[in-house]
């Protein structure tokens, strides 16, 4: 797949793309091989000490992958968490005080996703902020969200996405990259992007939240490490 993107003349580009790439395309082409994803891991606690005034709290889960129809949702749902209007900045940091900062974010890979919720604390708070995380999820898989957190978040990845697109290097990665992952080079052009997020229902993004299982939960933590002589 080659893609271009610029004031360029077509034709001229076709007949300068075809005489760099000379080599029979014809056979019977390739695939990706894509590894079985791992059987499900028990949840775990994973935890290091390093140089640091505060404590790292990253709370994930496996999610949706970039082939999922799906994986808006947990795009959605990290929106509807994160910001400074989302749930996680006004409980954690606002009305609780126990974030120096608080994200939530979606990565999709073209085997396996993930979500995860990311929160700097003091480090007597690690636990109290784990758990304050759980809740948060628990909340949203119960009682779902408003139409104004949907109608917020939306507005905010399709302007994001919006940005993104203005250049043309991003614009030809991403029409490159989504050709080659089977789902057609507009994709992630931003009516087509516009278009997914717009469908989502408060519905949906409470679906997601419910499939973020405990069972599989991996919590990493990264403490200060004590002062030296400390017990």
């Known amino acids: 797949v080659v893609s271009v993107v610029g004031d360029i003349d077509p034709e001229h580009m076709v ?11 014809e056979g019977p082409g390739w695939e990706f091989n ?10 775990q606690w994973l935890q290091s000490e390093r140089d640091r005034q505060q404590a790292h709290i990253v709370v994930g889960f496996p999610a949706a992958s970039m082939l999922d129809d799906d994986a808006v949702h947990f795009e959605l749902l990290a929106a509807v968490l994160g910001g400074q209007g989302g749930r996680l900045f006004v409980e954690l940091r606002d009305r609780q005080s126990l974030a120096y ?3 939530a974010f979606a990565t999709q890979g073209y085997d396996v996703g993930s979500f995860a919720v990311y929160i700097a604390t ?3 708070n690690v636990d ?6 759980r809740r948060l999820l628990r909340d949203v898989a119960a009682g779902g969200i408003t139409n104004e957190e949907l109608e917020r978040a939306q507005r905010y ?4 996405r919006d940005v993104s697109m203005q250049s043309r290097g991003n614009r030809a990665t991403s029409m490159t990259f989504n050709e080659l992952y089977g789902r057609g080079y507009r994709w992630g052009f931003p009516d ?7 469908a989502v229902t408060a519905e949906d993004i409470r679906d997601a939240a ?16 004590p002062p030296p002589g400390a017990e």
Do not use: K, Q
């Open 15 to 25: 007949r300068s793309i075809a005489a760099r790439f000379t080599r029979d395309v």
């Open 157 to 160: 990845l399709i302007g994001r």
């Open 34 to 43: 894509t590894p079985a994803a791992p059987p499900a891991a028990d949840a």
């Open 210 to 225: 419910s499939r973020l299982s405990a069972e599989r939960e991996v919590v990493s933590v990264v403490r200060p490490s």
């Open 122 to 124: 003091g480090a007597a």
């Open 128 to 133: 109290l902020a784990v758990e304050e995380i």
């Open 101 to 103: 900062s608080v994200s």
């Open 192 to 198: 087509a992007y516009a278009e997914r997020v717009n």
